[in-house]
Nanobody, 123 residues
Framework: QVQLAESGGGLVQAGGSLRLSCAASERAFSDSAMGWFRQAPGNEREFVAA????????LYADSVKGRLLISRDNAKNTVYLQINSLKPEDTAVYYC????????????????WGQGTQVTVSS
């Protein structure tokens, strides 16, 4: 069974930090690139960050570059997203995704998705 479960979201003040986690089933995680996307109310789901299976390649959206760090622990089938210097415009539901693909930022490349975790940043 394929499962992705995000955690770590919450309410935080601007300037603060959060670390999101995504625990995946073996089937979803193994040999997969992992991505983080986010969706704010009224907006399309947008790419945030992605990491290759080996962890050697990491991609970031320009809007968040320098404030985020994506990492993974293949022994724990878990991918992380550290978000620093949070801004109110970071408020969104954050989703993790897995795909048997070369790491990339295209939403349609990812086959499996979690239910999302809400991040709310107050000003």
């Amino acid at each position: 069974q394929v499962q992705l479960a995000e955690s770590g979201g919450g309410l935080v003040q601007a300037g603060g930090s959060l670390r999101l986690s995504c625990a995946a089933s073996e089937r979803a995680f193994s040999d997969s690139a992992m991505g983080w996307f986010r969706q704010a109310p009224g907006n399309e789901r947008e790419f945030v960050a992605a990491i290759s299976w080996s962890g050697g390649v990491r991609l970031y959206a320009d809007s968040v570059k320098g404030r985020l760090l994506i990492s993974r622990d293949n022994a724990k089938n878990t991918v992380y997203l550290q978000i620093n210097s949070l801004k109110p415009e970071d408020t969104a539901v954050y989703y993790c995704a897995a795909g048997r693909t070369v790491v990339n930022l295209r939403r349609l490349s990812y086959d499996y998705w979690g239910q999302g975790t809400q991040v709310t940043v107050s000003s």
